[in-house]
């Protein structure tokens, strides 16, 4: 009885999580009028794919769904890369004022990004790097969650595999390339997803440090267009929808490592 009770709530829990979802999508598909007046209204009597584009019409939206993919792929090859490094660092070498350093990756994670905004701004324009793929990649190379994340997974990795390669005159690049990298892909997978994620839905700074139509992203140029038209839900929800495909397609792909790399760790041997 217990595990019918447990079960009736998760499927609560689901149908409560995923109906906006669906709302978002059957709302794309209909001809026409408000989000939702009734259940009734749920699912529309006459499908049609004229929203999309329209909206795809309407505005750059191949040049943003472009931009926001670049952005997505090097902000999340940047992690992969130099957060695995730092974090490599933090696991097996001991330096001076390593724990000060650490601790100020553990202090990075506390600070909103909005309280940074500014000196961004300020940064970026001495730089020369304002409405330039450079300040919409740079500030995102290396994020303090991911360094937290690839430290804690890379402590229980075995040393020794390390060490007999040292003994075979492998390099500190090769060994962290060719035998850590291999052995860490169910953290990397989570790194990856989820800075992809946090790179394609972030809005604040694109919006911040960009002035034109073609470096725009997609929350940034869905955002603009809902200025445009007002309240017009079944194209808004076509624009929502196109935005948010990418992203729940490349969670389906990879959902088991992501499952596999969260739970890592969780049970000790």
Not at 29 to 55: A, C, H, I, R, Y
Not at 119 to 128: A, D, S, W
């Amino acid at each position: 009885m217990k595990k019918i009770i447990l079960f009736l709530f998760l499927c609560c829990l689901l149908v409560i999580s995923l109906f906006p979802l669906c709302l978002m999508f059957t709302t794309a598909f209909k001809p026409e009028g408000n989000l939702l007046m009734s259940m009734n209204e749920l699912f529309p009597k006459q499908w049609t794919v004229k929203n999309f584009k329209d909206v795809w019409a309407a505005g750059p939206f191949d040049q943003y769904f472009l931009n926001s993919v670049f952005v997505g792929i090097c902000v999340t090859l940047g992690n992969i890369i130099f957060s695995l490094m730092v974090a490599y660092a933090f696991a097996r070498r001991e330096f001076l004022g390593k724990k000060l350093f650490f601790g100020t990756v553990l202090l990075m994670m506390m600070i909103p990004a909005q309280t940074i905004m500014v000196p961004t701004f300020i940064l970026m324009k001495h730089f020369g790097w304002l409405n330039t793929y450079w300040a919409l990649i740079v500030p995102s190379l290396v994020l303090p969650f991911n360094v937290f994340l690839l430290k804690q997974y890379l402590h229980q990795l075995p040393l020794s595999l390390e060490e007999a390669a040292k003994l075979d005159g492998a390099s500190d690049f090769q060994i962290l390339f060719k035998i850590v990298m291999p052995l860490s892909k169910p953290a990397l997978a989570v790194v990856g997803i989820n800075t992809f994620l946090g790179a394609w839905n972030t809005f604040l700074y694109p919006f911040l440090l960009t002035n034109t139509t073609e470096m725009r992203t997609l929350p940034v140029g869905l955002a603009l267009y809902k200025g445009l038209h007002g309240v017009d839900w079944v194209h808004l929800m076509a624009g929502a929808a196109l935005s948010s495909a990418p992203v729940i397609l490349i969670f389906l792909v990879f959902q088991k490592m992501i499952i596999r790399g969260l739970t890592a760790g969780a049970i000790k041997e």
